[in-house]
Nanobody
Framework: QVQLVESGGGLVQAGGSLRLSCTAS????????MGWYRQAPGKQRELVARITSGGTTNYADSVKGRFTISRDHAKNTVYLQMNSLKPEDTSVYYC?????????WGQGTQVTVSS
């Protein structure tokens, strides 16, 4: 089994910054990718950013240039640095870990951006 524990969400004003963290534990001998998704009320869960074991990253167009994903292999932790936050970034953010063929999810952390 894999456990993912997220932290770092909260309330911030538009233009501000937050950093999300997600630490993995359990059966994580091989990790193919880790990432962050978000889901707003009434909307589908969408990819925010993802980083593979080789370090390749990809981002949603809406966050390119504002968000940065990084990973500390030694700590089994992935980070999402979010700058220039906008009210439309308000959502529950979920950490994901892919260990092919399975994907595991964290419990989610709320990010609220006030205008």
């Amino acid at each position: 089994q894999v456990q993912l524990v997220e932290s770092g969400g909260g309330l911030v004003q538009a233009g501000g910054s937050l950093r999300l963290s997600c630490t993995a534990s359990g059966s994580i001998f091989t990790i193919n990718a880790m990432g962050w998704y978000r889901q707003a009320p009434g909307k589908q869960r969408e990819l925010v950013a993802r980083i593979t074991s080789g370090g390749t990253t990809n981002y949603a167009d809406s966050v390119k240039g504002r968000f940065t994903i990084s990973r500390d292999h030694a700590k089994n932790t992935v980070y999402l640095q979010m700058n220039s936050l906008k009210p439309e970034d308000t959502s529950v953010y979920y950490c994901s870990l892919t260990r092919t063929p399975s994907t595991y999810w964290g419990q989610g952390t709320q990010v609220t951006v006030s205008s």
